[in-house]
């Protein structure tokens, strides 16, 4: 079963650089490592990463067969409201992880 | 294999070994890695093994099995009826009169309590049901004072200080006599078992202390016990002796 560890600042002031840090369980199997058998083993990754802030995109990432299994990213925002992200995982065999998160910004 | 050589070569050169790491300079790996790793290890929102913790944690309590029982019937509250139970694994069995590491003795709750099918080595219910119950010692210092364990302790030691493998190396040339000294890119570790089930860069998954001991097997060109066999529970016995009072880490990361 897909997770994702997020962690962000329930409380931040107007204009402060906040930092998200995310972690995402996910094999990211490259397509180029051959099985036991000799087999090449199906390329499975995550091909992109996007957090919106109450429906905006603030920050985006595609990824690649090089990035290592269970993929970490951080990345900083300034916020100058209230409201929730949305961070959406998608990839090969129609891999999809959604999760949210709300912050008060005052 | 370039870099074992070169390490043969080395241990040749030296005419007396050392013997055994005094108990005051024992000290867990971690310390030896980079500033890096020991953030991603000391937070539990950058350790990629905090998800076999949470896959372990979901698993305790799922009802299985003849008994129709979850561990948490039998066990409560994992955080608490765990506590500093890995930190004293292997243990002597008075049942079987065996000596069990922790997945042993979960896969015989599993088989002679719960009722249900032992977890294959190193399948991820099982890394995940270790993990969580190894997380519940973190922090806390290993015990090794049963002497019911000294049978084990004596052999684990004896296997780990033979010479054996292609390489005619033993355990205690690299990690008794040559620990902190480089190996390749890597750093010769004192080898504690203080942070299994961890997750291994290298593999890209976690892993647990047996498939650690496999991979330095391989390395040494011997053939390697099979999992879940004596030897291996011998070596991570002696492994627990040798690093007693060290505090748990599970779980851990590695490069």
Not at chain 1, 39 to 52: H, K, Y
Request: net charge neutral; charged share 20%; proline share 6%.
């Amino acid at each position: 079963m897909a997770r994702a560890l997020i962690n962000v600042p329930k409380i931040a002031k107007v204009g402060e650089i906040i930092e998200i840090k995310t972690l995402v369980s996910h094999p990211m199997e490259t397509g180029y490592r051959v099985g036991l058998g000799g087999e090449i083993l199906p390329r499975d990754i995550i091909q992109t990463f996007v957090c919106t802030f109450n429906g905006a995109q603030i920050y985006r990432a595609d990824f690649s067969p090089a990035v290592a299994a269970n993929p970490y990213l951080t990345f900083h925002t300034m916020l100058s409201e209230s409201g929730a992200f949305e961070f959406r995982w998608e990839g090969d065999n129609d891999f999809l992880l959604v999760e949210t998160a709300s912050i008060t910004v005052e | 294999m370039m870099r074992l050589r070169a390490l043969v070569m080395a241990t040749l050169a030296v005419p007396a070994l050392a013997g055994e790491i005094p108990l005051a300079e024992r000290r867990s790996d971690t310390l030896t890695m980079s500033s890096e790793l020991r953030a991603m290890q000391a937070d539990d929102a950058a350790n990629p093994a905090s998800f076999s913790v949470l896959d372990g944690e979901a698993l305790w309590r799922v009802r299985a099995g003849a008994s129709g029982k979850s561990c948490a019937d039998c066990h409560g509250d994992g955080a608490q009826s765990m506590r500093g139970v890995a930190a004293r694994y292997p243990a002597f069995d008075s049942a079987s009169g065996r000596v069990l590491d922790l997945e042993a003795k979960i896969n015989q709750c599993r088989t002679e309590r719960q009722g249900s099918a032992a977890l294959p080595m190193e399948s991820r219910d099982l890394l995940g049901l270790a993990t969580y119950v190894g997380r519940q010692s973190r922090g806390l210092p290993i015990v090794s004072d049963d002497p019911r364990l000294a049978p084990a302790i004596d052999r684990g030691r004896a296997l780990f200080t033979a010479r054996q493998g292609q390489l005619n190396l033993s355990c205690a040339i690299c990690h008794d006599d040559h620990w902190g000294r480089k190996l390749g890119a890597a750093t010769v570790p004192q080898a504690h078992p203080t942070a299994y089930p961890l997750y291994r860069l290298e593999w890209q998954s976690v892993g647990s202390l047996q498939r650690r001991l496999r991979n330095c097997m391989v390395g040494m060109r011997a053939e390697p016990y099979p999992m879940g066999s004596d030897e291996f529970i011998a070596i991570e016995t002696y492994l627990m002796s040798r690093g007693r009072g060290l505090a748990m880490e599970t779980p851990g990361v590695r490069p």
